[in-house]
């Protein structure tokens, strides 16, 4: 299996931002679809921001599109969400996820149910 580790999340200013790192280990990473999802309080986690093996697709939830961008570095085992221009309403506790079955579909994973691990979660809170 995969054990996946979020940093960079903290307390940012509305209009600043944050590069969320997720960290690798265990089976080969190269092989892993990366995807981000965010969970408010009281709200379902949902999906922020997905890449393949590869890094040359990547897809975006329509709230996020302009200012965040996902990248990885396979050679280091990690993931990016730089995030850009942040608002009140990006505040949630973010994970990344690891999706294996993205061959199948031919694209990585939109839906929680569509990654097999996931990290412990970062918390981003953003004051207006």
């Known amino acids: 299996q995969v054990q996946l580790v979020e940093s960079g999340g903290g307390l940012v200013q509305q209009g600043g931002t944050l590069r969320l790192s997720c960290a690798a280990s265990?089976?080969?990473?190269?092989?892993?679809?990366m995807g981000w999802f965010r969970q408010a309080p009281g709200k379902e986690r949902e999906f922020v921001a997905a890449?393949?093996?590869?890094?040359?697709?990547?897809h975006y939830t329509d709230s996020v599109k302009g200012r965040f961008t996902i990248s990885r570095d396979n050679a280091k085992n990690t993931v990016f969400l730089q995030m850009n221009s942040l608002k009140p309403e990006d505040t949630a506790v973010y994970y990344c996820?690891?999706?294996?079955?993205?061959?199948?579909?031919?694209?990585?994973?939109?839906?929680?149910?569509?990654?097999?691990?996931w990290g412990q979660g970062t918390q981003v809170t953003v004051s207006s």
């Open positions: 890449i393949s093996v590869s890094g040359t697709s990547t």
């Open positions: 265990g089976r080969t990473f190269s092989s892993y679809a």
């Open positions: 996820a690891a999706d294996y079955s993205w061959s199948a579909r031919q694209a990585p994973g939109t839906r929680v149910s569509q990654y097999e691990y």
